[in-house]
């Protein structure tokens, strides 16, 4: 699989700006993609990218992808499993990791404090 990424040093990551709500998320929830690209259709690449929560967003629907997942909790609370009124699920709180492949229903998330979250998306190369 080729790789998409640049060489990128060690760098300050402009936390206050850059940020864009991602296509099927609601308000309050902001990616900022760091590295490389993902295409969906061609079912290649991979990307990095921080995934923001404002305080009390949460998602209603699971989530599914053809891409392999990994996620690193940096800040804040996630709660993972929630009902489409923003009640119950799982509680996780930072330094906690998941990684999902292809084809696996997660989610809904939600956030009461607010939470930045690390994902790495690719494709498999098989």
Partial sequence: MAVNKIHDEFRTIDMSS??????????????????????EPNKQGSRTRLLRFDPGVYTTEPFVHEYWEEVFLFTGDLI?????????????QPNTYAVRPPGVFHGPFKSVGGCVLMEIHYFDPA
Avoid: C, H, M, R
């Fill in 18 to 39: 850059g940020w864009e709500t991602p296509p099927g998320y609601p308000a309050g929830i902001q990616q900022k993609i760091l590295s490389g690209a993902l295409d």
């Fill in 80 to 92: 993972v499993g929630n009902d489409k009124q923003g009640n119950g699920g799982e509680s996780f």
